[in-house]
């Protein structure tokens, strides 16, 4: 279409070319009928079959969806129908329930926590890149009536607030984000703090009140600033937290140039990360940093994530909206549901649905400080999952921002890990691989999780729309995102390769294992509990309490890979367990021995003085035995005896060869080296295998499965008894040598061997 006088576009001729592109892009598309796939006519195709396709809801885009969803319905007959574009009429509006700025505001409060601040309750400072009738940073700057903003700008115009009053100004920023079209220009100047105001972008000079120089930093030499410079003071502000809810790439690295942000509008004021001066960042709009800027400034101890960690719940809502629209279409094709029902139904389990969705942003948001905090430990592991990657093609180590060889050596010098940025990439990568080794396998068809597929959809449509769900076509795709997520948001990225490697199994065996251990540890609920509890004075405490079910996962997922038989259905295994585990749970602490007994309620007091309820701190602390509780359950079912009897009696030979110690010193082996260290870990399987082969002679030689028995066993062979205690002694007060534990297996199936007549 011709222009108008002035040149400009009109609003008709975008259309006119989104209409275009949208046909042009569905005349490629795949499509499905009846279950069965089909090609687009008079087409050629090499690839595979890809029905699944979607439009994204974005900025300049999200006001299209209804048209787009109008093409995809009427004149193609898409098979998903207006699930095409998320957002629409009829679909979840991002900007009406905030779900960005939501996301995005839970990533902010675990770098609060971390900081010890409690921006719900006490005021904190801020600056931000947008303003008030966007999506992203309009719901954010009215989510919390404690914050202080001190400056944001937009392209037009730059805000500043030296010293705002919170309820004043919080009451202003929601007159504005509820005002269609605002813009900085329209804040009640009246309202303003002294020294502040509203200035065009493109000024040329622009005084700095005493006032502006203090809240935003600026030098004492400084008298003016152009429009540009006043936008880089605001970036450098000293302030509790940069919220960027607005469009263009501000901050790079210090050794990049402007062309790596690849935004040339903004090359005037974008600054290097080494001068930003906010505690934390939040990133709700895209490529707000370039990815080294961004490693750049958790280097200088800043705290910050990724955009796509960020702002996921945009992407994830969408998702949502999707898969129900897919799901409920079947009944309205069956006449049970109109659309205008089905569309009542959706905004009826908005809250519900929303909330699954920050979940998911509060989860991966942590799961990024769990990586950091234990990395300097695991950097070799770190490392070589990075390498891992790389060489097959999965990632450009350059171009995706990851540390080379040189860097991850630096560090490991230096005693440093991956960097929060870093640990996000890695996060992502680990989640993807996972969720596409599960697509190839047969883990979605496992019926033990047919659970998780209920649990994604809202209560009230999982009640009453069972058998849709159970035919969902997207079903193992929603198994499979949902097993990803509960993985690596409790387990280190590289778990899955290091236990697959390290015990020459297939990865699918390793997540079934988990899965088994997942559910039968009662994981779920606890890691529910221990969010409600967490706050910023007991944040250390729920960090070690999340590390201490990681690292049971990591244990009970090896164990029943190498003692048990995970080929079996998920159900199977959990049903072979959970009772058992539950019962010992109840009576951990009259089970374990004296020493045992004492390690247990210092545990269990560590995690009570820190704000952690009695019944959850219980759950934790029976975690720190859990390779005994399951070997425990094993014997008993195998041998068929009392369950708490053989416990006792685990206990009784545990502390009587004087083993206690020396276990928990071998459980976390101070190695880097992954061979020795999968030695020393070989050595501990050993132990416990000796252990459980010393009890397992007890209930076969003496009819009674009691301490007393136990005694009568250990006193038939003094001698071998004597032969363990030497080892244990020697080594109960330094570190303990691969050939002294070699010795000491040794000694251990000694003492399983017939009493001499």
Same mark, same amino acid.
């Given at each position: ?15 006119h070319c989104y209409?275009? %592109?949208?046909?042009s892009?569905?005349?490629?598309t795949d499509?499905?009928?009846d279950g069965v ?11 595979n079959?890809?029905?699944y396709f979607v439009v994204?809801?974005?900025k300049?885009t999200?006001?299209f969806?209804?048209i ?9 007959d898409?098979w998903?129908?207006d699930? %095409?574009?998320?957002g ?5 509006s991002?900007?009406?329930f905030?779900?960005t700025?939501?996301?995005?505001w839970e ?6 926590r971390?900081?010890?601040l409690?921006?719900?309750?006490e005021?904190f ?9 966007g ?8 989510i ?8 944001a700008f ?7 607030d ?5 309820a004043?100004s919080f009451e202003e920023?929601?007159?504005l984000?509820?005002l269609?079209?605002?813009?900085w220009s329209d804040?009640?100047?009246a309202?303003?703090?002294q020294?502040?105001?509203v200035?065009?972008r493109?000024s ?12 935003l930093?600026?030098a004492?030499?400084?008298?003016s600033?152009t429009g540009?410079?006043?936008i880089q ?10 919220w960027n809810?607005?469009?263009g790439?501000?901050?790079?690295a210090?050794f ?6 690849a935004?040339?509008a903004?090359?005037?004021v ?5 001068e930003l ?9 895209n ?9 750049s ?6 705290h910050?994530?990724?955009d ?7 992407v994830d809502l969408?998702d949502?909206e ?5 799901l409920?279409s079947?009944p309205?094709r069956?006449?049970?549901l109109?659309v205008?029902e089905?569309?009542?139904?959706l905004l009826?389990c908005?809250?519900?649905?929303c909330?699954s969705v920050?979940a ?6 942590t799961?990024?400080?769990l990586?950091?905090e234990?990395?300097?430990s695991?950097l ?5 999952y990075?390498?891992?990657?790389h ?7 350059r ?6 060889d040189e ?6 010098t230096?005693?440093k890990?991956l ?19 599960m ?9 033990y999780l047919?659970g998780?597929l %209920?649990?994604y959809f ?5 009640d009453?729309?069972?058998?849709d769900?159970a035919?969902?076509p ?11 997520n509960?993985?690596f948001?409790r387990l280190d990225p ?8 390290e015990l020459g199994v297939?990865?699918?065996?390793v997540i079934?294992a988990f ?15 221990l969010?409600?509890s967490e706050?910023?004075g007991?944040?250390?405490v729920v960090?070690?309490? !999340?590390h201490?079910i990681a690292?049971?996962l990591?244990?009970a997922t090896?164990?029943?890979l190498q ?9 199977a295994v959990?049903?072979y367990?959970?009772p ?9 602490r009259e ?9 247990h309620?210092?545990? !269990?007091?560590r995690f ?8 959850v701190?219980a759950?934790?602390t ?5 390779v ?6 094993d014997i008993?079912?195998?041998e ?10 685990y206990a009784?030979?545990?502390?009587e060869?004087?083993?206690?110690k ?8 101070d190695?880097t ?6 030695a020393w870990?070989e050595?501990?399987s050993q ?18 499965v009691t301490?007393d028995?136990?005694?009568?066993f ?7 008894v ?12 330094r ?7 070699y ?6 199936e ?6 001499q007549?």
């Amino acid at each position: 279409k011709s222009r108008g006088a002035a040149g400009k576009v009109s609003l008709d001729d975008v259309v006119h070319c989104y209409r275009l %592109f949208i046909r042009s892009l569905l005349e490629i598309t795949d499509n499905r009928r009846d279950g069965v796939v089909s090609h687009p006519p008079r087409s050629v195709t090499y690839d595979n079959q890809d029905p699944y396709f979607v439009v994204a809801a974005d900025k300049g885009t999200a006001a299209f969806s209804d048209i787009a969803n109008e093409i995809a319905e009427k004149e193609f007959d898409l098979w998903i129908g207006d699930a %095409f574009a998320s957002g629409g009429s009829q679909g979840y509006s991002h900007k009406k329930f905030g779900i960005t700025a939501r996301g995005a505001w839970e990533a902010a409060l675990v770098h609060f926590r971390e900081l010890g601040l409690d921006p719900e309750r006490e005021p904190f400072t801020v600056v931000g890149i947008g303003d008030m009738s966007g999506d992203v940073f309009g719901n954010g700057l009215i989510i919390s009536k404690h914050a202080k903003l001190l400056g944001a700008f937009d392209h037009r115009q730059i805000f500043v607030d030296p010293n705002p009053d919170c309820a004043i100004s919080f009451e202003e920023r929601k007159r504005l984000f509820e005002l269609p079209r605002s813009s900085w220009s329209d804040y009640n100047k009246a309202l303003i703090s002294q020294g502040g105001g509203v200035f065009p972008r493109d000024s040329k000079s622009i005084p700095v009140t005493p006032e502006m120089r203090v809240a935003l930093g600026i030098a004492a030499t400084i008298e003016s600033l152009t429009g540009q410079e006043l936008i880089q003071a605001i970036l450098r502000a000293p302030v509790d937290l940069l919220w960027n809810g607005g469009i263009g790439t501000y901050v790079k690295a210090p050794f990049e140039d402007h062309s790596h942000a690849a935004d040339r509008a903004n090359d005037d004021v974008r600054i290097d990360a080494t001068e930003l001066r906010a505690r934390a960042v939040a990133e709700g709009g895209n490529l707000g940093f370039t990815q080294l800027g961004r490693t750049s400034y958790a280097e200088e101890g800043g705290h910050i994530n990724t955009d796509a960690i960020d702002n996921s719940g945009g992407v994830d809502l969408s998702d949502h909206e999707v898969n129900l629209k897919i799901l409920l279409s079947a009944p309205v094709r069956r006449g049970e549901l109109t659309v205008e029902e089905r569309t009542k139904l959706l905004l009826e389990c908005v809250d519900e649905v929303c909330e699954s969705v920050i979940a998911r942003n509060r989860a991966q948001s942590t799961a990024i400080s769990l990586i950091v905090e234990k990395s300097s430990s695991r950097l070799t592991y770190h490392g070589g999952y990075i390498r891992k990657l790389h060489r097959e093609g999965a990632i450009d180590r350059r171009s995706d921002g990851l540390p080379d060889d040189e860097t991850l050596a630096r560090r490991a010098t230096e005693g440093k890990g991956l960097y929060r940025p870093e640990a996000a990439l890695l996060l992502a990568y680990a989640k993807m691989r996972a969720y596409n080794i599960m697509l190839r396998s047969s883990i979605a068809d496992d019926p033990y999780l047919d659970g998780l597929l %209920f649990r994604y959809f809202p209560s009230r449509i999982a009640d009453k729309f069972s058998r849709d769900i159970a035919q969902h076509p997207l079903r193992a795709e929603i198994i499979c995102t949902q097993v990803a997520n509960i993985l690596f948001e409790r387990l280190d990225p590289t778990f899955l390769f290091r236990l697959s490697e390290e015990l020459g199994v297939s990865k699918e065996r390793v997540i079934r294992a988990f899965l088994a251990a997942y559910e039968f540890l009662r994981c779920a609920p606890l890691v529910a509990a221990l969010e409600r509890s967490e706050h910023p004075g007991n944040v250390r405490v729920v960090r070690v309490a !999340y590390h201490r079910i990681a690292s049971t996962l990591f244990r009970a997922t090896r164990w029943l890979l190498q003692h048990h038989d995970t080929e079996k259905n998920i159900g199977a295994v959990v049903d072979y367990f959970a009772p058992g585990f539950q019962t010992l749970q109840a009576h951990v602490r009259e089970t374990l021995s004296p020493a045992d007994r004492q390690r247990h309620d210092t545990i !269990y007091q560590r995690f009570v003085s820190g704000e952690i309820s009695p019944e959850v701190a219980a759950h934790l602390t029976s975690f720190v035995f859990v390779v005994p509780l399951m070997e425990v359950i094993d014997i008993a079912e195998v041998e068929n005896r009392g369950l708490l009897d053989v416990a006792k009696l685990y206990a009784y030979l545990s502390s009587e060869l004087e083993i206690g110690k020396l276990l928990t010193k071998v459980e976390q082996p101070d190695l880097t080296d992954p061979q020795d260290v999968t030695a020393w870990r070989e050595l501990f399987s050993q132990m416990r295998d000796v252990t459980g082969g010393i009890l397992r002679a007890v209930v076969v030689e003496r009819e009674s499965v009691t301490v007393d028995a136990g005694a009568a066993f250990l006193a038939d062979r003094v001698d071998a008894v004597a032969r363990v205690r030497a080892i244990t002694k020697e080594y109960d007060k330094r570190p303990l040598s691969l050939g002294a534990l070699y010795t000491l297996c040794q000694r251990f199936e000694a003492l399983q061997r017939p009493k001499q007549p």
